[in-house]
């Protein structure tokens, strides 16, 4: 049996570990706990958190015990990990909702309802405990000033004279080491894993874990996200990038957005994002060689993403929209947020309520943008060159009504091949 590090190594999950041959020689002993954090610092997870979560997912089908953290502590707080600003705090009622969404979305991926196979934990049940003179005695006297400010992503922040950081996003580092130190005590914690921007909090959380308890822990991280063209992928930095949660990013969004990754990028984000096996991966990518345009490997890589985060009705959903979208039938029955992701980057308009059944369709082109003139958009439509909803629109004297909306009230019109155009009722 292959060892879960040469898995993760093999699939692109490793960039830097504290310790291969170690943590390699403990994965194959037998099972180990170990974790993986989430901060409550939106309302939905993002692929970033999604490879944390497949690595965990690797590491668990190898019969390791996860522990999925839900930061409603270090929420609190904020971590200043290679941010230009400082994070805004969240109240209460927000980082609850937070909370509750990284649940949702987690064990779509991990298995967390057997407490042997892994569990859901909140650090802000123990950190929310803590005494802050006890605190300070008992763990910040272990950590160095001089080390922390030598971090990269600290001392990225002091040298913006302006903005600085406070020192509560200073003080991070030590409740991210908390954390192992109290997992390691409490759970038997042997490994924590994350993004390569992590590797300053998890290595004080292995240092502190030895002075507290005398145990070897292990961390590992993988690189952060980016394209082939060295773009990063982030909720911050790339605002296209989808998330998890069905409501912000559709599944038809979120295959899109998959099924359009550029050539020099499906392989790797078939390993990383989908559980195929590495041959069926070669496979997949030498057909799309032989045929770029059919996009095969990029197709599978979708439909399985989708499968994983949104399940089997989820990937028939972005499916089915795909089909009404990219074929010839009329733009019936799509939901809202598809509409929204599939037009987005369309000009737009609002239309007030009290204009449905009085404003005819050549006017509601011209405010549109989908003519100059009345006189242009007549011929537009008498040319048959005019889509309501993919409904070819020959009628110049048509009125638009409520039956010409789709979803809550959105009407989508399109001139020639490709040029579309939404009215949103207001």
């Keep these: 049996m292959t060892n879960p ?6 699939r692109g999950f490793v960039q830097d570990s504290s310790d291969p041959d170690a943590l390699r020689a403990m994965l194959d002993e037998g099972p180990i706990a170990f974790y993986y954090g989430c901060d409550p610092t939106a309302t939905s997870l993002h692929i970033g958190n999604l ?7 690797w590491l668990q089908r190898a019969g390791h015990r996860a522990i999925a953290l839900a930061g409603g502590g270090t929420g609190r707080i904020g971590d200043p990990s290679f941010r230009d600003d400082e994070r805004g705090l969240l109240d209460e009622d927000t980082i609850g909702h937070n909370l509750s969404r990284i649940r949702e979305q987690m064990v779509r991926v991990i298995d967390l309802d057997d407490p042997a196979r892994g569990i859901l934990v909140d650090n802000h049940d123990w950190l929310g405990q803590l005494n802050l003179i006890g605190f300070l005695r008992d763990v910040g006297k272990h950590f160095s000033v001089n080390q922390m400010i030598a971090r990269e992503s600290v001392r990225r922040r002091l040298e913006e004279r302006e903005q600085g950081i406070s020192f509560t996003e200073f003080s991070y ?14 759970e038997g914690c042997m490994l924590q894993i994350g993004g390569s921007d ?5 290595t004080a959380g292995i240092d502190l874990t030895r002075r507290l308890h005398g145990s070897r822990v292990h961390g590992l991280t993988w690189a952060l996200l980016e394209r082939s063209d060295g773009k990063k992928i982030s909720k911050s930095a790339d605002h296209d990038a989808p998330v998890l949660g069905a409501d912000e990013t559709s599944p038809y969004a979120f295959y899109q957005w998959f099924f359009n990754v550029p050539d020099a990028d499906a392989e790797r984000f078939l390993k990383l994002f989908t559980f195929l096996d590495l041959g069926r991966i070669s496979a997949l990518v030498e057909e799309g060689k032989a045929d770029p345009s059919q ?11 989708t499968r994983i985060v949104h399940g089997e009705a989820g990937l028939t959903e972005a499916r089915r929209a795909s089909e009404i979208l990219f074929g010839s039938e009329p733009f019936a029955g799509l939901d809202d947020r598809t509409i929204s992701d599939a037009f987005s980057a369309a000009p737009s308009i609002s239309l007030g309520a009290d204009r449905l059944g009085v404003i005819g369709l050549l006017e509601l ?6 003519a100059s003139s009345n006189s242009e958009a007549r011929r537009l439509v008498t040319q048959g060159a005019v889509w309501i ?7 110049p004297s048509l009125v638009v009504t409520r039956e010409h909306l789709l979803g809550s009230g959105t009407l989508v019109l399109r ?4 040029n579309y155009y939404v009215a949103r009722l207001s």
Excluded: C
């Design 295 to 305: 996009r095969i490997p990029q197709r599978a890589l979708a439909e399985e993403v």
């Design 173 to 186: 580092q030590l409740l991210q080491a908390y954390d192992f130190a109290h997992l390691n005590a409490t």
């Design 389 to 395: 909803n993919n409904a070819v629109a020959g009628d």
């Design 198 to 202: 992590q590797w300053g909090n998890i």
């Design 51 to 57: 490879i944390g979560m497949m690595a965990m997912a």
């Design 5 to 10: 590090f040469d898995i993760l190594s093999e």
């Design 365 to 370: 082109m011209v405010e549109m943008g989908a």
């Design 415 to 418: 001139t020639g091949k490709k």
